[in-house]
């Protein structure tokens, strides 16, 4: 049993200088590759202190490749040296290098929305207007925070539809979510750690461990993260999608909201960092307000993209800072140009100023309604040993089998039928619970109701017997 000496006193968090005595260990050959760790349970009983302890140092070492987790085996040191380069084969001339794998025909993936129904028409009836009206000016260095025009047309819509008072000086637009989040990273420190929900959207952990932020994955109950364990934790700031969790589904109720803005309030320097991805599709009654309406310390940043509402292409993202961040990134951050061109900054304000957003996202509420519709249907009437949970917002849904098969099996026949579907447990930082069932995540934006009809008589055929 490795025994790691840590000391309350030092002001460091627990998990800080668990993760730190384990990464020194493992890069001086103390722990070899292969070496089986403790479960948090044991290692946590041994060192006595808190299971979310263990679970913060786990994995952050997960997130930077310290550990590899097994699912029912638990973790294990991971091989840091570099894998051994083949040696090429030699082809004779005629032969053909190998074909690449075939798409599938049908992919319930969660990051791509119908693009057959963007409004191609009215995006270039205004870009015409923006070419005329803006003329020469649209060749000028605008602001880096975004031009005027849509930062107050963004202000606008937020007041609206998310329940957001706020200035167009404190709206910062950028190229998607990874740049904003890049950005954030330096505007609020890597001093503590980043909570993450776990499960949760495992992309922003990646981008900010590469940068050197510590994570620590936070566990959830049925309301959200769970403030107790992120009180435990240490880290100072907390990313977190409280009005449709991904993947899970949860919307975060009132009294959890409050509680996290609590904890936020409770110490300097700690922030939540709201992810609002997909807020505008909400299947059944009004949409849920933003946590950032009920911030009255200024702990809050709001971050959204027009990735799921509009396309991903269109690489326009944006986020709310905090006045005194607000305040703050003006002092240090405007040598940053604009990462959005000027030409297509105008045509989404004007998007945004005729209502052109706002009955957009209506028709594809309905289309996209009806589509959950016939993936419910299709695991009703197909007769699959399933269920579905997570259908009241957002564009995809969660599908649990109780068919004998793990997860990487239901996808591997899933695959020879076609169809593309995702697992639950890739979403984890830590191994999940042994007792969690084999659950997939079906996006349907990209699919037809037709196609996605057409899917499922493929996967009863792939999940139909062993």
Not at 112 to 135: G, H, I, N
Request: hydrophobic share 45%; aromatic share 8%; with cysteine.
């Amino acid at each position: 049993m490795i025994t790691p000496v840590l000391d309350a006193a030092l002001g460091v968090p627990l998990y800080e200088q668990l993760y730190r005595q384990i990464r020194r260990d493992i890069e001086s050959g103390t722990l070899p590759a292969g070496e089986k760790l403790p479960s948090k349970r044991a290692l946590s009983a041994h060192l006595k202190v808190s299971v979310v302890t263990v679970e913060g140092a786990y994995g952050q070492l997960l997130a930077e490749g310290y550990l590899r987790s097994e699912p029912k085996r638990g973790f294990f040191v991971a091989d840091l040296a570099p894998a051994a380069q083949a040696a090429p084969v030699p082809r004779r001339a005629e032969e053909a290098p190998a074909a690449p794998a075939a798409a599938p025909r049908y992919d319930f993936a969660t990051n791509a929305v119908d693009a057959a129904r963007f409004p191609f028409a009215t995006w270039a009836k205004l870009m015409r207007q923006v070419l005329t009206r803006e003329d020469s000016g649209l060749l000028s260095a605008i602001h880096p925070q975004g031009v005027p025009a849509l930062r107050a047309a963004i202000v606008d819509y937020l007041r609206a539809f998310r329940g957001i008072d706020a200035h167009p000086d404190q709206v910062v637009v950028g190229a998607g979510s990874e740049y904003l989040t890049g950005i954030l990273f330096q505007l609020l420190g890597r001093e503590g750690g980043y909570a993450v929900e776990d499960p949760g959207y495992r992309k922003f952990s990646r981008i900010l461990s590469r940068q050197g932020a510590l994570i620590c994955p936070i566990p959830l109950d049925e309301q959200g993260m769970r403030v107790d364990a992120l009180t435990w934790s240490g880290a100072r700031v907390a990313h977190v999608t409280p009005s449709h969790h991904f993947p899970l589904g949860t919307v975060m109720p009132v009294p959890r909201r409050r509680e996290l803005l609590a904890w936020a309030g409770a110490q300097e320097g700690r922030y939540i960092i709201e992810d609002d991805y997909d807020s505008e599709f909400r299947f059944s009654g009004r949409p849920i307000p933003a946590l950032q309406s009920l911030d009255a310390g200024e702990r809050v940043v709001y971050l959204n993209t027009f990735a799921k509402s509009l396309a991903p292409s269109l690489r326009i993202g944006y986020m709310v800072l905090p006045p005194h961040l607000a305040e703050r990134y003006r002092r240090e951050f405007l040598l940053y140009s604009s990462t959005v061109p000027s030409f297509e900054q105008y045509t989404l304000a004007r998007f945004l100023e005729d209502g052109h957003f706002e009955r957009h996202i209506a028709r594809m509420r309905v289309e996209y309604r009806d589509r959950k519709a016939a993936l419910t249907a299709c695991v009703k009437e197909l007769g699959l040993p399933a269920r579905l949970s997570g259908a009241d917002a957002g564009l995809h849904m969660l599908l649990t089998l109780e068919n004998g098969m793990g997860e990487a099996e239901l996808v591997e026949r899933a695959a020879a039928e076609g169809v593309a579907v995702y697992p639950l447990s890739a979403c984890w930082l830590t191994p999940p619970p042994e007792a969690l069932p084999p659950t997939l995540i079906m996006g349907y934006a990209r699919l037809e109701a037709g196609d996605i009809r057409r899917a499922f008589e493929g996967l009863k055929a792939a999940w139909g017997s062993r």
